[in-house]
C-alpha cells in the first residue's frame, strides 16, 4: 500500500541507487560545461539561466513541503533546514546573478577563444538532469528535517549541530573565496589563468572541496541516511569533475603549472 513514508524511503534508495553510475559516467565523460564545453548535447540557455532553473527545486520545493510536516513548528526543525537553504538561496539567486554580471563585464574580451568557450552556452540537457536531481534531493532532505526526524528525543542534537555547522560554514566560505577569485581572473580577460593564493596553492578546485565539506557538515548535522546519501552523491559528482579540471590545467600550462598541487583534497587527491 502507498504511503508517504514509502515514497521517502523509495526515493532515498534512489539516491543512492544513481550515485554509482555517477561517479562512472563522469569518469569517462566530463561534463560538458564551462572550460569543458562541447557541441552535441544539444540546445544551451546562457548559464545564469541554467543556474537559476537548475537550483530552484531545493527553494520553492522546500517551503511547499517544509510546512506540511509534524517538525514545522519546532525551533530545532527550522534552524538545522536554514543551512541548507542558505546554500541554495546562494546557488539560485546570489551566484546566477553574479555570473550575469561578471558576463557582462567581459564583454570587451569575448574575442578571446578561451573566453568565448568560457563564456558559451549552458546545455539544457545538462541542466534538465541538475534539475531532476535537485527534485530528489530537495524533496528527501527537506521531508526528511520536517517529517521523519526526531528531534525531540536527540540529546546530543546540538552538539551535533554545533560541530556540523562549523564544518559546514568552513566549506561555504572556501566555495564562495574560489568562486569570487575565479570570477576575478574572467573579469581581467585575457583567457584562463592559472588560479594563486588560498586553496589554490593546495588543490586545482577549492570551489568543489568547499561544496563537498558543506555537505558533510550537513551529513553530521543531521545525522541522517538522507544527509549522508547527499554527501555521497556530491563526492560521487564533484570528485570525478575535479579529476577533470586538474588534467585541463595540467594539459593547457604544462610545465608552469604547480606539480604539486591536488585536484581536490588537499594532500589526498
Same mark, same amino acid.
Request: net charge positive; glycine share 8%; aromatic share 18%.
Given at each position: 500500500? +502507498? ?13 543512492? @541507487?544513481? &550515485?554509482?553510475?555517477?561517479?562512472? #559516467? ?12 562541447? /557541441? ?11 543556474? +537559476?532553473?537548475?537550483? #530552484?527545486?531545493?527553494?520553492?520545493? &522546500? =517551503? @511547499?513541503? +517544509? /510546512? ?31 555570473? @550575469? ?28 538532469? $541538475?534539475?531532476? =536531481?535537485? @527534485? ?31 564544518? =559546514? ?39 568543489? +572541496? ?18 549522508? $546519501?547527499?554527501?555521497?552523491? &556530491?563526492?560521487?559528482?564533484?570528485? /570525478? ?11 593547457? =600550462? ?16
Amino acid at each position: 500500500m +502507498f504511503s508517504d513514508q514509502n515514497f521517502f524511503q523509495y526515493s532515498l534508495l534512489s539516491l543512492y @541507487l544513481i &550515485t554509482p553510475p555517477t561517479i562512472i #559516467s563522469l569518469l569517462f565523460h566530463t561534463a560538458p560545461y564551462g572550460k569543458h564545453h562541447r /557541441p552535441g548535447w544539444g540546445p544551451t540557455i546562457p548559464p545564469p539561466l541554467a543556474w +537559476f532553473l537548475m537550483e #530552484s527545486p531545493t527553494i520553492w520545493l &522546500t =517551503f @511547499l513541503i +517544509f /510546512p506540511h510536516g509534524n517538525n514545522y513548528h519546532k525551533f530545532r526543525a527550522q534552524i538545522l533546514i536554514f543551512p541548507f537553504l542558505l546554500h541554495y538561496l546562494h546557488r539560485t539567486i546570489i551566484y546566477p546573478l553574479r555570473l @550575469l554580471i561578471n558576463t557582462h563585464s567581459r564583454k570587451t574580451n569575448i574575442d578571446s577563444p578561451s573566453v568565448r568557450k568560457s563564456a558559451a552556452g549552458f546545455p539544457v540537457s545538462v541542466a534538465l538532469m $541538475a534539475f531532476g =536531481f535537485n @527534485l530528489l534531493n530537495g524533496y528527501l532532505q527537506s521531508r526528511w528535517v520536517s517529517q521523519y526526524a526526531d528531534l525531540d528525543g536527540d540529546e546530543w542534537f546540538w552538539w551535533r549541530f554545533a560541530g556540523g555547522l562549523v564544518i =559546514f560554514l568552513s566549506g561555504m566560505y572556501a566555495n564562495l573565496w574560489s568562486d569570487n577569485m575565479l570570477m576575478g581572473l574572467k573579469r581581467e580577460g585575457g583567457g584562463y589563468k592559472i588560479p594563486k593564493g588560498g586553496l589554490f596553492e593546495l588543490v586545482s578546485c577549492p570551489n568543489y +572541496f568547499g561544496e563537498i565539506l558543506e555537505w558533510l557538515g550537513w551529513a553530521l548535522m543531521t545525522c541522517s541516511w538522507a544527509g549522508f $546519501a547527499f554527501f555521497v552523491y &556530491t563526492c560521487a559528482n564533484l570528485v /570525478p569533475r575535479a579529476g577533470a579540471n586538474h588534467k585541463w590545467y595540467l594539459d593547457k =600550462f604544462g610545465e608552469d603549472y604547480p606539480k604539486n598541487r591536488k585536484a581536490v583534497i588537499p594532500f589526498v587527491y
